[in-house]
């Protein structure tokens, strides 16, 4: 039997007769402020569960299902989260600092806050999230689907976005210095060339208003 506990209180939240959590089916689960810190939890199913201020960080996710899922202010620090479906979750104020969510879903999800900072995004599907205020320096979000994504007051510096899709993106207040945009569709479908010079007026990365 495992007992997962709450981080402070040792609280136990929830029992689980089997040995191990990988593949588990923990959806609706109620665990909120629990310690999954460095577990395996690869094809855990937590679909709609209440996982706020949960520490995952460096746990073992990859391939977890967390459509619906509450996770906000919870801690996915260098966690594992390659191929993770992340459909409509609430990840306002969540830590994914350093992180590796390649090959991620995380369509619909809500972001606002959340601490993105070295984070590997790599082919995410992020497209129609909303990453308003989102940290996301030094991201690498290279090829990643940001169609529609809401990106106001998002902190980009130093990302990478080579290749990535951001038609019909919102990008007021985006700070992106040092950004790189090879290859990248802007938000009004131009692709960004590999040189790209300066004008008196804009920065580069704005080659969308020329």
Known sequence: MIEIKHATTQDVLYRFEEQSLRDAHLDN????????????????????????????????????????????????????LQQVDMTNAFLDDTCFAEADLSHSILRYSKMTGADCKGA????????LADLNQVNCNDANMAHCDLRGTNLAGANLNGANLT???????????????????????????????????????????????R
Request: positive net charge; charged residues 20%.
């Open 163 to 209: 290749g990535a899709n951001m038609l019909d993106a919102k990008m007021v207040d985006v700070q992106m210095t040092g950004v790189h945009m090879e290859n990248a569709i802007g938000p009004h479908g131009k692709v960004v060339p590999l040189h790209q010079t300066t004008t008196k007026h804009l920065r580069w990365w704005e080659f969308w208003k």
């Open 120 to 127: 590997i995004f790599l082919r995410a599907d992020i497209s």
């Open 29 to 80: 689960a109620k665990i909120a402020g629990a310690d999954l810190s460095n577990m395996d939890l690869r094809g855990v199913t937590f679909r709609n569960a209440d996982l706020r201020e949960v520490n995952f960080s460096r746990a073992n996710l990859q391939g977890a299902i967390l459509i619906n899922a509450n996770l906000s202010r919870a801690n996915l620090e260098f966690a594992n």
